[in-house]
C-alpha cells in the first residue's frame, strides 16, 4: 500500500489563479480530510469527508472547495488564491469517522505571491 | 469548538533525560487524545493516544496521563534518543463529531 499520497509537493501561485491539490489513499478509508499547517498555530481543519459523496466544513473552509466522487480520492480546490493561503496542506484518512487513527500524507507546501 | 493548549512550544534535553510535554483542553465533551510526531518534510505520525476512560498508557518508553478533572494530559518520553527530535502534537476530539483539534507543537530536541 503506498499510503496517503498528496501532489503536488511544492507549489508557488499568484494571486486570483486557481489550483487542486490532489490526495489519494488506497486502504479503502471512509473518512478523509484536508488541514492546513502554519508556523505557531498547530494543524486547522478545512474540510472533511465521511464518504463518498459527502462533504463537510471544518474550522477553516472559506476560500477551499472539496469534493469526494470516490473513495480513493479527495481533491482540494483554490478557486483564487490568496496569500493568507500559503501554508502547508497535509491530507489524512481513517478507516471510518469512528475509527480515530488518522494517516497523514506527506504535505504540499504552498506559496501565494 | 475545542481549544486545545500545548505547552512548551520548544524544549531541549540530553540524551537520555525525560521529556514531558503538557496539552489542556476546554471542552469536557472530548474524549479521545493522540499525539502525534512530525519529522521534518514528513506528515505527523500517530505515536500513542488516550481515551477519557484510562488514565495513562504507556507503550515503552512513551506514556501519555489524563486528568479528565483538571482537563489536561501529557506526554512523557523516558531515555531520550537524538532520533526522538521532532515536533510533537497533542489533540482532542469529541465523542460527537468528527473534528480533531490540534495543540500548537512542541519542537524537541535531543542533544547527544
Known amino acids: 500500500n503506498a499510503g496517503v499520497t498528496q501532489t503536488p509537493k511544492f507549489q508557488v501561485l499568484k494571486t486570483g489563479q486557481s489550483m487542486t491539490l490532489q490526495c489519494a489513499q488506497d486502504m479503502n478509508h471512509e473518512y478523509m480530510s484536508w488541514y492546513r499547517q502554519d508556523p505557531g498555530m498547530g494543524l486547522r481543519l478545512i474540510h472533511y469527508s465521511v464518504g463518498a459523496g459527502i462533504t463537510d466544513q471544518g474550522e477553516v473552509p472559506n476560500g477551499y472547495n472539496v469534493s469526494r466522487s470516490t473513495t480513493e480520492d479527495f481533491p482540494l480546490r483554490l478557486l483564487s488564491a490568496a496569500p493568507s493561503q500559503t501554508s502547508v496542506y497535509f491530507c489524512a484518512s481513517s478507516l471510518s469517522s469512528g475509527n480515530n487513527e488518522q494517516y497523514f500524507g506527506p504535505g504540499t507546501r504552498l506559496t501565494v505571491t | 469548538g475545542e481549544n486545545v493548549e500545548q505547552h512548551p512550544s520548544t524544549l531541549s534535553v540530553q540524551e537520555g533525560d525525560s521529556a514531558v510535554i503538557k496539552c489542556t483542553y476546554s471542552?469536557?465533551?472530548?474524549?479521545?487524545f493522540p499525539w502525534y510526531k512530525q519529522e521534518l518534510g514528513k506528515g505527523p505520525q500517530l505515536i500513542i493516544d488516550i481515551r477519557s476512560n484510562v488514565g495513562e498508557k504507556k507503550d515503552q518508553r512513551i506514556a501519555v496521563t489524563l486528568n479528565k478533572t483538571a482537563k489536561h494530559f501529557s506526554l512523557h518520553i523516558t531515555e531520550t534518543q537524538p532520533e526522538d527530535s521532532a515536533v510533537y502534537f497533542c489533540?482532542?476530539?469529541?465523542?460527537?463529531?468528527?473534528?480533531?483539534?490540534f495543540g500548537t507543537g512542541t519542537s524537541l530536541t535531543v542533544i547527544p
Open positions: 489533540a482532542g476530539r469529541k465523542n460527537t463529531g468528527n473534528q480533531f483539534y
Open positions: 471542552d469536557s465533551a472530548s474524549n479521545y
